[in-house]
C-alpha cells in the first residue's frame, strides 16, 4: 500500500439544518441518477476474463520493453528502486525483480543490463540471468516474465501491449496508450478478453486528491456535474523536447530504424533528430495532447468519476510562436492548444496546454450544487449560492499520495496481487485516448468530432462521416 506520511486531514464547518435537509428525499437528487445511468448505460465494453491471481508474497518478475528516457529513468529505476548508484530510489518495497530488458538501440540495452544485473548482485537477489533483447516478442517468450513495462515509441504501444497480455502478461504501457484510437480499442478488447492488468502510465492517476474528488462526486455531493477544468502549461523558449541529448551513438549501425519506424507512413530515412525528439513530429505522436495533456485528462476523468466516451470533440491549435522563434522545420506539432469535451451525461470539460506560455488554468470541477476546488494536496467543496442551507462546504488536505511515480507502479503490483482494479485502468484510459484522439482529429480536419461508441466511428456535427485517423490518413502520419 502507498506510505502516508500524514493522515487526510477534513476541515471541519459549523453544523446546521443542512444535515436534515441532505437525509430528506430531495437530496436523493434525481437528476444525479439519471446521470449515473446514462454512464452506465454505454454499449462499448465487453464482459471481462479472469486474469491470474498472486499471494501478497509471491514475487513478480518484470520486463521492460522500450529503455530509453522514460522507460529507463522511471520504469527501470523505479521498478528495480535503484538510482544509477544503485542506492534506494524511494520507500516502497515491491518485491519484484527486473529480469529482461529491450530496446532497438545497443547502447541503450547495454544501460539496462548494467544497471538491472548491478541491482541483482549487489542485493544478492538470486542467481538468475538478465537477459536482453532486440526482439520484443522474443522477451515475451520467456515463461518467468510476470509484468511488462512498455516505454517504447508512441506508435509501437499497442503491438507491444497486445502481444504480452496475449503471451500472459500484466502491463504498464506509457501514456498516451496508442498512437491512433482504433490500436486504442484493440487493447481495451484485449483486456477486457485476457483479463490482465493494465495501467496506463500517467502517476497523476495514483494522486489522492483526485479520488477523494471521485468519492465526493459519487455521493452526490455537487449534484450533476456540468463542467471541468485542467491544464499543462508550459514555456520552453528553446523549443519542448528540444532538450533531449543526440546521443551520437545511435547509428544506422547500432539501432534497427526500419523496425523503429513500424506501422509510420511516412518514413524518412535515419535521422537522429526523429530518433530522440519524436514528440515533435506527427507521424510519431499527438504532441502535447498526446504527451503533457494526457496527465491532465486522465485524472480529471477520475476525479469527476465518468465512465462513458466523449460524444464530442472540438479542438483548435497552432504553433505559430514556435515558427517564429526557432522556424517552421523545428516541429509539425502546435505549441498552444485547447480542447472541449462533451459527454452523453451533460458533462463538459476543457483542457488547455502551451509550450509557450506557463500561465494554467484553476483545476475545478463544477456541479449543478457545488463546486470542487483542487490545491497541491488538497480539495475544498464549496455550495453554489442558491443550495448553501443544502450544502456542507467540505475542507480536506494533506492528501497522499501526491504525484509519484513510484506510488503509481505500487499500485499496479498490488492489483495484480490483489486482482483489484488500477488507478490508470483500461477504462479510464480508453476514454482519455478517446478525447486525445478526437481532438488531434478535430484539430486536422478542422470540424468537430463526434464519436459513435456502438461502432467506433467518427462523424461530423451535420453527419458526414470521418475516417478515424490512422497510418496514412495524412501525409503526416
Given amino acids: 500500500m502507498p506510505h502516508l506520511k500524514k493522515e487526510p486531514q477534513k476541515v471541519s464547518v459549523p453544523d446546521s439544518r443542512r444535515d436534515f435537509i441532505k437525509k430528506s428525499a430531495f437530496a436523493a437528487g434525481a437528476l444525479v441518477a439519471s446521470v449515473k445511468s446514462s454512464a452506465a448505460a454505454t454499449t462499448y465494453s465487453k464482459a471481462p476474463a479472469k486474469g491470474s491471481v498472486l499471494g501478497a508474497n509471491d514475487r513478480l518478475n518484470v520486463g521492460f520493453i522500450g529503455v530509453g528516457g522514460q522507460g529507463f529513468g522511471a520504469h527501470v529505476k523505479n521498478v528495480t528502486n535503484a538510482e ?6 524511494h520507500t516502497y518495497d515491491y518485491n519484484v525483480v527486473g529480469m529482461a530488458a529491450c530496446d532497438l538501440y545497443s547502447g541503450r540495452r547495454e544501460r539496462a ?17 538478465v537477459k536482453t533483447y532486440q526482439d520484443h516478442r522474443k522477451l515475451l517468450d520467456d515463461k518467468d516474465i510476470d509484468v511488462i513495462f512498455i516505454g517504447a515509441v508512441d506508435h509501437w504501444h499497442a503491438r507491444i501491449a497486445i502481444d504480452a497480455m496475449r503471451a500472459g502478461k500484466h502491463v504498464y504501457c506509457e501514456k498516451p496508450m496508442t498512437r491512433y484510437l482504433g490500436e486504442a480499442f484493440q487493447i481495451y478488447d ?15 492517476c495514483t494522486e489522492a486528491k483526485w479520488h477523494k474528488a471521485a468519492e465526493l462526486v459519487r455521493a452526490g455531493k455537487i449534484g450533476a456535474a456540468t463542467f471541468a477544468q485542467n491544464s499543462y502549461m508550459r514555456n520552453s523558449p528553446d523549443g519542448e523536447w528540444n532538450y533531449y541529448r543526440l546521443e551520437e551513438g545511435v547509428t544506422p549501425e547500432t539501432m534497427d530504424w526500419d523496425h523503429w519506424l513500424g506501422s509510420v507512413h511516412n518514413r524518412p530515412s ?18 502535447i495532447l498526446g504527451d503533457l495533456l494526457a496527465h491532465m485528462i486522465h485524472p ?20 505559430k510562436v514556435t515558427d517564429a ?17 462533451e459527454f452523453p451525461s451533460g458533462l463538459c470539460m476543457m483542457i488547455a496546454g502551451s509550450t509557450v506560455n506557463e500561465q494554467g488554468v484553476s483545476q475545478v470541477i463544477r456541479g449543478s450544487e457545488a463546486t470542487l476546488y483542487f490545491g497541491g494536496g488538497s480539495v475544498e467543496l464549496r455550495p453554489e449560492r442558491p443550495f448553501a442551507d443544502l450544502v456542507d462546504q467540505e475542507i480536506y488536505e494533506n492528501l497522499e499520495p501526491g504525484v509519484s511515480g513510484p506510488a503509481h507502479v505500487d499500485n499496479l503490483f498490488n492489483a495484480i496481487r490483489t ?9 479510464v484510459a480508453i476514454i482519455a485516448q478517446s478525447i486525445i484522439s478526437m481532438a488531434e482529429a478535430s484539430d ?3 470540424e468537430a468530432i463526434f464519436l459513435n461508441p456502438e461502432d467506433r466511428t467518427f462523424h461530423t456535427g451535420r453527419g458526414f462521416n470521418v475516417p478515424m485517423p490512422t497510418y496514412g490518413t495524412f501525409e503526416l502520419s
Fill in 190 to 204: 484485449v483486456v477486457k478478453e485476457t483479463g490482465m492488468k493494465f495501467q496506463i502510465g500517467s502517476q497523476y
Fill in 300 to 319: 480529471l476523468i477520475i476525479a469527476a468519476d465518468v465512465h462513458e466516451l466523449p460524444k464530442r470533440v472540438v479542438c483548435i491549435g497552432n504553433k
Fill in 325 to 341: 522563434t526557432l522556424g517552421p522545420e523545428d516541429r509539425s506539432v502546435n505549441d498552444n492548444t485547447q480542447l472541449l469535451v
Fill in 419 to 427: 486482482d483489484g482494479t488500477t488507478n490508470g485502468n483500461i477504462d
Fill in 113 to 129: 543490463f548494467a544497471h538491472i544485473d548491478g541491482v541483482r548482485q549487489s542485493r544478492n537477489l538470486g542467481d538468475y540471468t
Fill in 270 to 287: 535515419f535521422n537522429r533528430e526523429h530518433y530522440h525528439r519524436w514528440r515533435k513530429y506527427l507521424p510519431y505522436c499527438a504532441g
Fill in 84 to 89: 544509477t548508484d544503485f542506492s534506494t530510489r
Fill in 444 to 446: 486536422r480536419f478542422g
